[in-house]
Nanobody, 115 residues
Framework: QVQVVESGGGSVQAGGSLRLSCAASALSFFRIAAMAWYRQAPGKQRELVARISSGDSTNYGDSVKGRFTISRDNAKNTVYLQMNSLKPEDTAVYYC????????WGQGTQVTVSS
């Protein structure tokens, strides 16, 4: 059974940094097409934060460009999201999505940025 598990969320002051991790188990690397981070703030729709393909091409949401970096460790089936210069508007539940034969979602991890 495929499991997607996020970690690394927490509370930080504005201007600080956090690193999120997401590990996908029971999935062969060759079956993973892409891994991505989404976020959802209270009262808002879920939005794409960053995505990385199997070929390591990346794309980012406009609000995080230049501040967040997505990377992956193929040997560990793990994707990371390095978040720098955090702002209060980055506060949200962050979800990991792994695309293989279908999209698998993690349970989410809370990120809270205080001003």
């Amino acid at each position: 059974q495929v499991q997607v598990v996020e970690s690394g969320g927490g509370s930080v002051q504005a201007g600080g940094s956090l690193r999120l991790s997401c590990a996908a188990s029971a999935l062969s690397f060759f079956r993973i097409a892409a891994m991505a981070w989404y976020r959802q703030a209270p009262g808002k729709q879920r939005e794409l934060v960053a995505r990385i393909s199997s070929g390591d091409s990346t794309n980012y949401g406009d609000s995080v460009k230049g501040r967040f970096t997505i990377s992956r460790d193929n040997a560990k089936n793990t994707v990371y999201l390095q978040m720098n210069s955090l702002k209060p508007e980055d506060t949200a539940v962050y979800y990991c999505a792994v695309t293989s034969n279908q999209v698998y979602w993690g349970q989410g991890t809370q990120v809270t940025v205080s001003s």
